[in-house]
């Protein structure tokens, strides 16, 4: 029953999102998402090789992502400012 509630919560979060800030047509927007994807795949088939330890997929996960957004945001600051040099 709290697993349908947190999809739910998700998936409206993901809606909201969605129109808040849509997705970029961009080749490096795809790339990261391929990368974010990549991330999280290999989080999970870790979490899978763990499986009764202490590492939460959850935990994984969000290491993951935060690797991705370190690596966004540092590309998204680099380009902001090979800009400004212009």
Known sequence: MAS?????ARARAR???????????DVEFHRLR???IEY???AERLEAEHIGRAI???EL???ALDAVARDYFSRAVARAASQKAR
Do not use: H
């Open 56 to 58: 939460e997929s959850e």
């Open 15 to 25: 809606d909201l999102l969605a129109v808040a800030y849509p997705i970029p047509d």
């Open 40 to 42: 999280i795949q290999e």
């Open 4 to 8: 349908m509630r947190d999809d739910r």
């Open 34 to 36: 391929e990368l974010a």
């Open 61 to 63: 996960i969000s290491a």
